[in-house]
């Protein structure tokens, strides 16, 4: 267990609400990320952080946003959320003795409807 | 742009019977690759990480090869607790690459009793 707990587990939505993910971890690690995780797609990386307001675009970034004002939350908002933001999202923390593995929650559920 | 290629796409075997899954990538400078777990409903979970050609790592029924151009993951006498997603991730050599993991869109392996 990596101390990574991510809120809320499921969560259903309208489109055009906005949404915020929460991945909040207790071991103050440096590095974070938020993954998006579909059939045929796999795990794809939507943005990370390399520190406190230290933040940057991964692959599939358009219609997400990310904060970072402390070390143990990184926050995933969809300004508007569509329908293809219903996915499974994945946060996960980068640690380990040679501090190269990555280490993830549990999920959130997302539907957009 | 960084690519991993994962074969099958889902593979059933009887308890017992042997197999290993490919993983094929196409990295600018491999800084390591690994191996993960998932089971339904759940985070990835961290097997291996190989660094260089020639590698090889086990852990119970499992062993990880490396090559220049690709990964195998064998399974030996497998058991039905054995079954889930194995995902396979590259890490890219490079001072910028901030710890991002290019994953593969993951293998279902089904082990039947």
């Known amino acids: 267990d990596a101390g990574i707990t991510q809120s809320p587990r499921h969560k259903v939505t309208e489109t055009g609400t906005p949404v915020t993910l929460r991945c909040h971890q207790t071991e103050n690690h440096r590095y974070m990320y938020w993954y998006r995780q579909d059939p045929g797609h796999g795990l794809r990386l939507i943005h990370y952080?390399?520190?406190?307001?230290?933040?940057d675009k991964g692959e599939v970034s358009d219609g997400y946003s990310v904060s970072r004002s402390k070390t143990e939350d990184f926050l995933l908002t969809l300004e508007s959320a569509t329908s293809s933001q219903t996915s499974v999202y994945f946060c996960a923390i980068r640690g380990g003795t040679t501090n190269e593995k990555l280490f993830f929650g549990s999920g959130t559920q997302l539907s957009v409807l | 742009e960084d690519q991993v290629t994962q074969s099958p796409e889902a593979l059933r075997l009887q308890e017992g019977e042997s197999s290993s899954l490919n993983c094929s990538y196409t990295v600018s400078g491999l800084r390591g690759l690994f191996w993960y777990r998932q089971d339904p409903g759940k985070g990835p979970e961290f097997l291996f990480t190989?660094?260089?050609a020639g590698e090889e790592k086990e852990k119970e029924r499992l062993k990880a090869t490396l090559t220049k151009k690709e990964s195998f993951l064998h399974i030996t006498a497998p058991k039905p607790e054995d079954s889930a997603t194995y995902l396979c991730?590259?890490?890219?050599?490079?001072?910028?690459?901030?710890?991002?993991?290019?994953f593969g869109q993951g293998t279902i392996l089904t082990v039947h009793p």
């Open positions: 991730a590259v890490h890219p050599a490079g001072g910028t690459s901030y710890g991002k993991l290019t």
């Open positions: 952080s390399y520190g406190v307001k230290d933040t």
């Open positions: 190989l660094y260089s």
